[in-house]
């Protein structure tokens, strides 16, 4: 991450079993950043996310408390979620994969599906707001995958 010459590493058509563990190393990766965190959920939450064991909405604040995130929403801030997606080397634009036809929102879903385990992680089931949000959220993600990318 600190050496500026290297972007990427690219691993030509992953198995799915590859692309859980890459999922899982990079959740984890983003778990420990706190500055990401911060900026994303907001201090009180930091604290919180660093004492939550699991589950959805456990711990939340009633929906009358709740601050609305600037960053991760839902739904998402989407010009914070590229500068960290850039700033962190998550899945960047490959000339080699231009080359091959496939479209910068096929190669960007990686990121764009950690950044919905994480709001999915701190949402609160009763905000039936945020819920929608989420939702049209992952539907965008599908449908730029299924039908814009083909």
Known sequence: MKTPTIAELTVEDPAEAFEDLRDKNDLQMLLSNEQFLEEGFGPSALADMRTRKSGRGESAAPE??????????????????????????????????????????????????????????????????????YRLQVKERLYRFNFVST
Do not use: Y
């Open 64 to 133: 009358s408390e709740v601050q609305p995130s600037p960053c991760l929403g839902p739904p998402v801030n989407k010009p914070w979620m590229e500068k960290w997606r850039r700033d962190l080397k998550i899945a960047s634009v490959s000339t080699t994969l231009c080359r091959a036809g496939l479209s910068t929102d096929r190669k960007q879903r990686q990121f764009h599906r950690l950044i919905e385990m994480l709001i999915l992680s701190r949402l609160d089931p009763a905000n039936g707001k945020s819920l929608r949000s």
